[in-house]
């Protein structure tokens, strides 16, 4: 399960813009219905309750519809959306919102955790989150917005990016073991080893994984357990896609690199 460098034959990214107008240490960059959506941590520090996090709006045309959509937020990251509404992680709290006028929901506090991450939906009326720094991942109904506790083990060994297969698998970045997870059923089945630092994931509706390695600069594929670079990155952080384009934040230049995947 090593790591093959070079690109791969089957995928191939052209860049077609760099976004980086109004963005101050983008985390995360999803889309939502033809738009794209970015949070930014604001000062980069990524646990400090400082208040200057906000969620930039932009077109997949790289224009900027609106700087602050959500402003007055901590260190927002992973963004997901389920039942119309947009969910962010922002340290220990889950921040629920309307997509289309940045109105606040909900905030959901999140007692025990440290350093929520990303957020993930499973299309089954459960939003997810992870908890980097305690090994949890919870479990939040999008209705009632009920908290539960779906995993905590030291083998996730620091969870940050999840995602699920379309059979409903979640597939979880180790960032502290440097390893893709899958889990199903509460057991545990690692994909590939040998990353740095795993940061985002996201599965194609192929089941291909592509990950974003902070530390290695990397955008990684990994299909059938085989695992190859597909580009170089600055510290890609939470990655997201739609309509065959991938958004990469890269926090410390204050940019998304935004290319089209061709298959």
Known sequence: MGITAGIVAAFTLILLFNLNQGLKYPESSQCYKGKLYISNIGNPLPDKKDGNGYITLADLKGN????????????????????GKLFVADIDTVVVANPQNGKILKKIKIPQARFLYDTAYDGKGHVYVSDTQTNTIYRIDTKTYKVSLFIKSSELQGPKGIAFTRSGKMI??????????????????????????PNGVIVLDDNTILISDFSAGAIYKLKN??????????????IGYCKDKLF???PFLNNVKVFELKR
């Open 64 to 83: 900027i519809l609106k700087r602050e959509l959500i402003s007055g937020l901590n260190a927002p990251k992973g963004i997901s959306f389920a039942d």
């Open 172 to 197: 979880v970045a180790s960032w502290g073991g440097g390893k893709i997870i899958q889990i199903e059923h509460n057991k545990f089945k690692t994909l590939t080893t040998g990353l740095v630092n």
């Open 225 to 238: 357990g085989r695992i190859e670079r597909l580009t170089l990155s600055s510290a890609p952080a939470d």
């Open 248 to 250: 990469i934040p890269e």
